[in-house]
T-cell receptor, first 108, second 118 residues
């Protein structure tokens, strides 16, 4: 099956800093999504981005499907950005395969 | 739009009892619902996929007689953990999907149910 790897596994930032999270996947995919899981466990859809670049406020994402990776950029980080960021890809049977996540802590 | 609810949000039960978790799509019709399990500090693992009106498809290693899934309508799926044991303690998350031409099969996730079996 498709393998999804995320890096870094853990990240600590000072408030206001920028960061880049990476997601590599091992095969072509139908769909790629980025999620933020808040401290209460809720998964929040950030981006649906099988290819190209999208921006939403301080967050943006780029997927280069031909090279099988996606990047999530967080600018001017805030303490509320803390949590776990997951990348998930959809395989040919329409199942979402999640990466292991990047655990982000933003300190005030 | 695309809101998914779960009930209960937290449940504590005694070993040997059964627990039912509900997953509802509030503002759209979900052709497919998914159930995931997440252990502490780990990723989400798909347990099963259910389509309205048909039997669920379970992932390898998931006991279908222990985790009963019913997808009775386009807005409701239930997961029943039968004869729960402490090792079933986990965070259970459902998601729902409806076809959107511009988004493919985007899944929308519920807030999760934390199950603790004593």
């Amino acid at each position: 099956g498709i393998q999804v790897e995320q890096s870094p596994p853990d990240l600590i930032l000072q408030e206001g800093a920028n960061s880049t999270l990476r997601c590599n996947f091992s095969d072509s995919v139908n769909n790629l999504q980025w999620f933020h899981q808040n401290p209460w466990g809720q998964l929040i859809n950030l981006f649906y981005i099988p290819s190209g670049t999208k921006q939403n406020g301080r967050l943006s994402a780029t997927t280069v499907a031909t090279e099988r990776y996606s990047l999530l950029y967080i600018s001017s980080s805030q303490t509320t950005d803390s949590g776990v960021y997951f990348c998930a890809v959809m395989d040919s049977s329409y199942k979402l395969i999640f990466g292991s996540g990047t655990r982000l802590l933003v300190r005030p | 739009g695309a809101v998914v609810s779960q009930h209960p949000s937290r449940v504590i039960c005694k070993s040997g009892t059964s627990v039912k978790i509900e997953c509802r799509s509030l503002d759209f019709q979900a052709t497919t619902m998914f159930w995931y399990r997440q252990f502490p500090k780990q990723s989400l693992m798909l347990m099963a996929t259910s389509n309205e009106g048909s039997k669920a498809t379970y992932e390898q290693g998931v006991e279908k007689d222990k985790f009963l899934i019913n997808h009775a309508s386009l807005t409701l799926s239930t997961l029943t953990v039968t004869s729960a044991h402490p090792e079933d303690s986990s965070f259970y998350i459902c998601s729902a999907s409806s076809w959107e031409a511009s988004k493919g099969d985007t899944q929308y996730f519920g807030p999760g149910t934390r199950l603790t079996v004593l």
